[in-house]
C-alpha cells in the first residue's frame, strides 16, 4: 500500500525543529461492515475530527480497499458488522512541509470478552526507575513463543517507542530498561489458548507518572532501532502463525480475518 501525503502538518501535535523528521502515534475507534465477498461495505470512525477532514477521508479510502475472508454463518456468507481499533502512525518534515500517514494495527474485539487481564498474565512489569524520574514511558510489542501450556519459551521485543519527554541521548539506554523490565515479566506469563509453538503478540504500554497522554490526538513518540534475535526474525520471515492480543490480554474476534496487508512501520 502507499501512504498518501498531506499538507495537514498542524494536525499533528508538537513540535520539531526544521530540519527533524517527527513521529506520532494515535488510537482510534468504529465500526465497519463486512459484505458476503469480504468486501467492506461501510465504515465510521469516532471522535477522529482532530484529524482533519483530508486526512480522515484519507484513512476511510484505505479501509474502504480492505478485503477480508467473508464471515460464513449456517454455511452461507452474510455481512457483519464488528467494532473496530486503530492504531495510526504519522510522520512529518518540517523541511520539506510533507507528512505521512499509515495504519499500523487494525483490531477488531469480540464484544462477548472480558476486558479484564488474563489471570495468568497479571504479574506487572517493574517500570524502570531511572526512565519514571525523567518522565520518560514506553510501547513495547512483545512476541512470546509459547508451550503447550502457554508459557513462554522465548520472548522478544519485536518494537519499542518511547513516549513522554523527549528521551534525548538517553534514549537507547532507557529503551534497554524497558525490554528487561518487559520480558523479566512475561517469561511468568501463561497465555491460556495460544497454541504450542506458535508466537504470540501483545503491546505493553509504561505511562510515566505525572503525564497524561492525550485522550484523543496525535502522540509524539520516539523510537528506538533494536535487533531482533535469530529465533524471532526466521520464525516471522516463516510466516509463522500469531496470535495478536491486546494490550489487556484479550484476543481479536475469531469472525473477522483481514487478508490485506498492513502499512508497514513508518521511518525517517
Known amino acids: 500500500m502507499k501512504y498518501w501525503m498531506a499538507g495537514m502538518l498542524l494536525a499533528l501535535a508538537g513540535s520539531a525543529q526544521a530540519a527533524d523528521t517527527a513521529r506520532f502515534t494515535a488510537e482510534v475507534e468504529g465500526t465497519l461492515t463486512i459484505g458476503t465477498e469480504g468486501q467492506v461495505l461501510d465504515v465510521q470512525l469516532r471522535d477522529a475530527d482532530w484529524m482533519g ?11 474502504r480497499g480492505w478485503r477480508f475472508e467473508p464471515v460464513v454463518e449456517n454455511g452461507e456468507p452474510v455481512n457483519a458488522t464488528s ?10 518534515n518540517d523541511a520539506e512541509k510533507t507528512a505521512r500517514f499509515a495504519i499500523e494495527q487494525a483490531w477488531f474485539p469480540d464484544p462477548e470478552q472480558s476486558r479484564e487481564l488474563p489471570a495468568g498474565m497479571k504479574r506487572h512489569p517493574v517500570y524502570p526507575a531511572d526512565a519514571a524520574r525523567n518522565g520518560v514511558g514506553a510501547v513495547v510489542i512483545l512476541v512470546a513463543r509459547v ?3 502457554g508459557v513462554p519459551e522465548d520472548v522478544a521485543v519485536e518494537y519499542l517507542h518511547l513516549t513522554g519527554r523527549d528521551p534525548g541521548s538517553h534514549g537507547r539506554r ?3 530498561q524497558f525490554v528487561k523490565a518487559t520480558q523479566a515479566a512475561a517469561r511468568r506469563w501463561r497465555i491460556d489458548g495460544a497454541d504450542a509453538r506458535g508466537l504470540v503478540r501483545i503491546p505493553v504500554k509504561y505511562t510515566p507518572p505525572a503525564f497524561s497522554p492525550p485522550r484523543a490526538g496525535w502522540e509524539r513518540v520516539y523510537p528506538v532501532t533494536l535487533e531482533s534475535p535469530a529465533w524471532l526474525a526466521g520464525a516471522l520471515a516463516g510466516e509463522a502463525q500469531v496470535l495478536d492480543l491486546a494490550a489487556n490480554g484479550t484476543r481479536a474476534s475469531s469472525k473477522l480475518r483481514l487478508l490485506t496487508p498492513l502499512d508497514p512501520r513508518l521511518d525517517g
Do not use: F, S, T
Open 174 to 176: 532507557l529503551a534497554g
Open 147 to 149: 508451550d503447550a501450556q
Open 53 to 63: 477532514e483530508p486526512v480522515v477521508e484519507g484513512y476511510l479510502l484505505k479501509i
Open 83 to 92: 467494532p473496530m481499533r486503530l492504531r495510526l502512525a504519522a510522520l512529518r
